[in-house]
């Protein structure tokens, strides 16, 4: 059973860091695209960050683009979000979502965590 | 960017009855060397993560009861429900994963009549 449980949520300051951690289990963690998505409170949805398979490939929405960094370890099947000067804009509820295989390409996001709530407040 | 725009932003559709939600973005998600439109719908009840539907536009997820299904193609989609289930009340996002960022819809919030 495909499972994803987000961690490292909190209370945070605006200017501060925040990192966030997905662990992942139930798939061969090496093989799939990882993404972070968000939702604020009472809003959409809205894509954050793509990791590739192998970590050698990134991509960010333009509202996070020089501020956050994804990444992963494949000796801990775990993802993760590095998050820095935070703005009061980025609370929200900050999902990870299992991607596509490599062999597949671009593909929607078939597994969801629960979410870790981040609060930027001061 | 690829913006999405769902309509309408709301739906109140009586029990039994049918179900529709369109998606048009602002550039075609079709890739012409294998047909295939990438988009996808979610579903997403109170207080739960999003739940993949629907991919390819038209394909149901392993699991997703029949009366859900997905069509078009380029940049206009619609996501229907042949018979309204008090289950299905929800909000639905169509997104794009033809190219980053993976853009959603707005969403559309599915009520009973």
């Known amino acids: 059973e495909v499972q994803l449980v987000e961690s490292g949520g909190g209370v945070v300051e605006p200017g501060g860091s925040l990192r966030l951690s997905c662990a992942a289990s139930?798939?061969?963690?090496?093989?799939?695209?990882m993404h972070w998505v968000r939702q604020a409170p009472g809003k959409g949805l809205e894509w954050v960050s793509l990791?590739?398979?192998?970590?050698?490939?990134?991509y960010y929405a333009d509202s996070v683009k020089g501020r956050f960094t994804i990444s992963r370890d494949s000796s801990k099947n775990s993802l993760y979000l590095q998050m820095n000067s935070l703005r009061t804009e980025d609370t929200a509820l900050y999902y990870c979502?299992?991607?596509?295989?490599?062999?597949?390409?671009?593909?929607?996001?078939?597994?969801w965590g629960q979410g870790t709530l981040v609060t930027v407040s001061s | 960017d690829i913006v999405m725009t769902q309509s309408p932003d709301s739906l109140a559709v009586s029990l039994g009855e049918r179900a529709t939600i369109n998606c048009k973005s602002s550039?075609?998600?079709?890739?012409?060397?294998?047909?295939?439109?990438?988009l996808g719908w979610y579903q997403q009840k109170p207080g739960q993560p999003p739940k993949l539907l629907i991919y390819w536009a038209s394909t149901r997820e392993s699991g997703v009861p029949d009366r859900f299904s997905g069509s078009g193609s380029g940049s206009d989609f619609a996501l229907s429900i042949s018979s309204l289930q008090a289950e299905d009340v929800a909000v639905y996002y169509c997104q794009q994963y033809y190219t980053t960022p993976y853009t959603f819809g707005q969403g559309t919030k599915l009520e009973i009549k």
């Open positions: 979502a299992k991607g596509g295989h490599y062999a597949s390409g671009s593909s929607p996001s078939d597994y």
């Open positions: 139930g798939f061969t963690f090496d093989d799939y695209t």
């Open positions: 990791i590739s398979w192998d970590g050698g490939s990134t």
């Open positions: 550039q075609s998600v079709l890739y012409s060397s294998n047909n295939k439109n990438y």
